[in-house]
């Protein structure tokens, strides 16, 4: 009997050990805990930060991502402004609103490095360069960026303002205008053309960035004091997320079937989502930062956001280094 209690003892001990050892196994390699922000709901051309997850990168880093839906730009802004997320995605023109105003916050990151604002219209229309839009009744949101943007757009390429017929409509409204061929061009994204297209319309577009105007578009962005005391994690961070879009690259239908396990009622065309990602994929550099790392952005490009931004929003433009860094990619 007594040989039998030290044997439960002995095993009850190596037990509780054995616990102990495995808990703190447990924490050791939980990760440092990320709280990240999207912009909006999940669409393709962030899916690459959930195959980044799926594929492991940011769990080698050490780092535990939490990666979270959102309601705008403005929203994740205010989330990491406010301390409430640790990273945020952004539009960065609206992060340069944001850091204008004295909001500490700064972009670390771009996955899509010039602007998707387009004139798109249906082939028959016969438009083929930016003067041709003269005459053409142009479906636009009152705030959305395409048409903030088209003066600049306009005076760049020629085209005489008072000679375009002006339709404002609602966000929802102006892609179905143009398929119903109400009117002859929408000011939209270019990557909204594949879902288009789908319901049978033969469309093209005009790219600004195609034609001399373009804002640097989504990004990361971080508080100025995570940048002062979390730089290890931010490098992480940035390096890991840069391998998710060259995967995404390599194999965008792997990147698009991640996002669809988690938004299957969001995303539910594989073909369009997977023509949607490549077409934000090509956004990854402009010609000033090719041959960088995925994600690290060119300061010219910023100077042209500040300058578009200032001339036709009335921003207050800072000095640029105000608004972004590179400093959490590897040199090399």
Same mark, same amino acid.
């Given at each position: 009997?007594?040989?039998?209690?030290?044997?439960?003892?002995?095993?009850? #001990?190596?037990?509780?050990?054995?616990?102990?050892?495995?808990?703190?196994?447990?924490?050791?390699?939980?990760?440092?805990?990320?709280?990240?922000?999207?912009?909006?709901?999940?669409?393709?051309?962030?899916?690459?930060? !959930?195959?980044?997850?799926?594929?492991?990168?940011?769990?080698?880093?050490?780092?535990?991502?939490?990666?979270?839906?959102?309601?705008?730009?403005?929203?994740?802004?205010?989330?990491?402004?406010?301390?409430?997320?640790?990273?945020?995605?952004?539009?960065?023109?609206?992060?340069?609103?944001?850091?204008?105003?004295?909001?500490?916050?700064?972009?670390?990151?771009?996955?899509?490095?010039?602007?998707?604002?387009?004139?798109?219209? !249906?082939?028959?229309?016969?438009?083929?360069?930016?003067?041709?839009?003269?005459?053409?009744?142009?479906?636009?949101?009152?705030?959305?960026?395409?048409?903030?943007?088209?003066?600049?757009?306009?005076?760049?390429?020629?085209?005489?303002?008072?000679?375009?017929?002006?339709?404002?409509?609602?966000?929802?409204?102006?892609?179905?205008?143009?398929?119903?061929?109400?009117?002859?061009?929408?000011?939209?994204?270019?990557?909204?053309?594949?879902?288009?297209?789908?319901?049978?319309?033969?469309?093209?577009?005009?790219?600004?960035?195609?034609?001399?105007? #373009?804002?640097?578009?989504?990004?990361?962005?971080? !508080?100025?004091?995570?940048?002062? =005391?979390?730089?290890?994690?931010?490098?992480?961070?940035?390096?890991? #997320?840069?391998?998710?879009?060259?995967?995404?690259?390599?194999?965008?239908?792997?990147?698009?079937?991640?996002?669809?396990?988690?938004?299957?009622?969001?995303?539910?065309?594989?073909?369009?989502? @997977?023509?949607?990602?490549?077409?934000?994929?090509?956004?990854? !550099?402009?010609?000033?930062?090719?041959?960088?790392?995925?994600?690290?952005?060119?300061?010219?490009?910023?100077?042209?956001?500040?300058?578009?931004?200032?001339?036709?929003?009335?921003?207050?433009?800072?000095? @640029?280094?105000?608004?972004?860094? =590179?400093?959490?990619?590897?040199?090399?």
């Amino acid at each position: 009997m007594v040989f039998a209690r030290q044997k439960f003892k002995w095993a009850f #001990s190596m037990a509780a050990v054995l616990g102990l050892v495995l808990s703190l196994g447990a924490s050791v390699y939980a990760g440092e805990k990320i709280q990240f922000q999207n912009w909006w709901v999940w669409n393709p051309n962030i899916s690459p930060f !959930h195959l980044a997850i799926d594929n492991g990168y940011y769990k080698a880093e050490g780092l535990d991502v939490n990666y979270v839906e959102g309601k705008g730009s403005a929203y994740a802004i205010q989330a990491v402004g406010a301390g409430r997320a640790d990273i945020g995605v952004s539009d960065l023109g609206t992060a340069a609103f944001a850091i204008s105003k004295n909001t500490p916050i700064k972009a670390i990151f771009s996955f899509l490095q010039s602007g998707p604002q387009s004139a798109v219209s !249906h082939r028959e229309t016969g438009i083929k360069i930016p003067k041709d839009l003269e005459g053409k009744r142009i479906a636009f949101g009152p705030a959305d960026s395409g048409w903030i943007l088209f003066p600049a757009f306009a005076a760049a390429n020629g085209i005489d303002m008072s000679k375009i017929i002006q339709v404002a409509a609602g966000p929802s409204s102006i892609k179905q205008l143009l398929l119903a061929k109400k009117v002859d061009v929408a000011l939209t994204y270019f990557t909204s053309v594949p879902e288009m297209a789908a319901q049978g319309a033969d469309l093209i577009y005009l790219r600004y960035a195609d034609y001399k105007v #373009s804002l640097i578009g989504g990004g990361l962005v971080v !508080h100025t004091n995570t940048i002062k =005391n979390r730089g290890a994690m931010l490098r992480k961070f940035v390096r890991a #997320s840069s391998k998710g879009f060259a995967a995404a690259r390599k194999d965008p239908e792997k990147s698009v079937a991640g996002l669809m396990k988690r938004a299957p009622m969001t995303i539910s065309k594989k073909k369009i989502a @997977v023509q949607n990602l490549k077409m934000s994929l090509s956004l990854l !550099h402009t010609k000033r930062s090719k041959g960088k790392a995925i994600g690290w952005m060119a300061p010219e490009d910023w100077e042209d956001t500040i300058r578009l931004l200032a001339k036709y929003r009335k921003m207050k433009a800072l000095a @640029v280094d105000r608004y972004y860094t =590179n400093a959490f990619f590897q040199k090399n």
